[in-house]
């Protein structure tokens, strides 16, 4: 029996066994630490993933801050603070956090100088994400970082380190606190470093830990008990970072579980026929459940005896505020009205525009007319010049409608009398130089002799 359940556990052992996948520390430790270093083109690969997801969030484009977080180079000097700390080499870690702090100031003053052009300043869906980090994210930002020290530490787990990048998503909290400093938020702000700091420290954390369990070779260090306060200092920022983290998280699944158990009471004990629940809300100062119903009118024995249930859905430190009858029917008339207001007001504003059209037409036609009547007493003290025998002239657009098709021709139309008829170069000297003067490709010229 013994013997089988060790054979078993050999087994076990043998599956999640990664150390015979291991690569060459030296290799490993290299390939870690030539990531660090900002500076070149590294540097501004980092400048334009930045771009590139400030203008994902700014767009709500979940793809385009994917796209951004592939090509982010931010993951390098993390995974070198985590490695420096798990092998005891104080240069490393100290060129990694210098290169951290480096590229947060960059990634930070980039989104911050697209948020302060872009035009779009609506904050998205993808943006609001980023500013309440709760304890999922350390949970997140743990396994991302663990997958991704176990990626770069084996051979043959290359297509690892993308997925981990999009997981941990380093890149969308920082434009989100660039976003926070251009707008003026500074709840954006604090709240998506803080997410970039939760995920910078547990990701530090697992690769530590990572590296400590594949056996990585200590460095040789001088200062024993400086690396011992460096480990001190690792573990309480640890700390300090879950606390807030673990207190969102609490609210949230608290909050999470008063509706859940708000709407099983409200679907078990409320549910009479005729009667229909329009809302319900609480109000956690006055530890009140407030419900809207309409309807058959809900008797006071009814609720008395749904109050007494409140107990069995853990809701007994609450009191039921039922409103119905009048002040349900004053609820839906003061919606109603607001709907009719807002109706009649997207109607106003819909008829406003359609005679804003009208008068844009009506006044375009009575510049066109000024227009032709301005243009008759210019010309004709000219007209002498052109043609002597004229008496006078006439310009205006005229619309010619023919009665055999249901087609209709507009055009310019010059009407000039002369007591004697015109010679043909006469005629075409004055056609032309009405062209000319109408600047009209449709012009016809009528000379009458009456």
């Known amino acids: 029996m013994g013997n089988n359940e060790k054979t078993l556990w050999q087994v076990v052992k043998g599956y999640f066994n990664a150390l015979p996948d291991k690569e060459a520390e030296a290799k490993t430790i290299e390939q870690i630490s030539s990531g660090v270093t900002f500076h070149g083109a590294n540097l501004w690969v980092l400048v334009f993933a930045i771009f590139i997801a400030s203008l994902g969030l700014n767009v709500n484009s979940t793809a385009v801050i994917i796209g951004a977080m592939l090509i982010s180079p931010l993951m390098g000097p993390i995974v070198g603070m985590g490695l420096g700390i798990g092998i005891s080499d104080l240069a490393l870690l100290k060129r990694s956090i210098k290169n951290y702090l480096v590229a947060t100031g960059i990634s930070v003053l980039t989104a911050t100088l697209y948020f302060l052009i872009t035009p779009l300043t609506e904050a998205q869906s993808e943006l609001l994400a980023r500013t309440s980090p709760t304890l999922y994210d350390v949970l997140i930002a743990l396994c991302g970082g663990a997958a991704g020290i176990l990626a770069l530490s084996t051979r043959g787990s290359g297509n690892v380190i993308p997925g981990v990048a999009i997981a941990t998503a380093l890149m969308p909290p920082l434009c989100t606190a660039g976003y926070g400093l251009a707008m003026g938020e500074p709840s954006f702000f604090f709240g998506a470093f803080y997410l970039f700091f939760i995920n910078t420290v547990f990701i530090t954390l697992a690769t530590f830990v990572g590296v400590r369990m594949l056996r990585f070779k200590q460095k040789q260090f001088i200062d024993a008990a400086r690396m011992v306060t460096v480990k001190r200092y690792i573990i309480g920022i640890v700390v300090l970072t879950m606390l807030p983290a673990a207190y969102i998280t609490v609210q949230i699944i608290r909050q999470s579980v008063l509706e859940n158990n708000s709407n099983r009471f409200v679907r078990n004990e409320l549910a009479f026929k005729g009667t229909h629940i329009i809302s319900q809300n609480f109000d956690t100062k006055r530890k009140t459940l407030n419900i809207v119903a309409v309807g058959k009118i809900i008797s006071k024995e009814e609720i008395a005896k749904a109050e007494k249930m409140l107990e069995s859905y853990n809701l007994e430190d609450y009191k039921l505020h039922i409103i119905q009858g009048s ?124």
């Open 327 to 450: 002040q349900s029917d004053s609820l839906l008339l003061a919606n109603q009205q607001h709907s009719y207001i807002v109706g009649n007001a997207q109607a106003s504003q819909q008829k406003m525009i359609e005679q804003a059209a009208q008068l844009g037409e009506v006044e375009q036609q009575l510049n066109a007319y000024q227009q032709y009547a301005t243009l008759t007493k210019e010309v004709r003290t000219e007209l002498k010049a052109v043609c002597p025998s004229a008496k006078s002239i006439s310009i205006s657009r005229v619309i010619e409608a023919k009665t055999d098709t249901a087609t209709s021709q507009e055009y310019v139309m010059a009407v000039v009398n002369c007591p004697r008829a015109l010679s043909s170069p006469d005629r075409q000297r004055l056609q032309e130089w009405l062209k000319a003067r109408t600047k009209s490709d449709s012009l016809r010229v009528i000379v009458t002799s009456f």
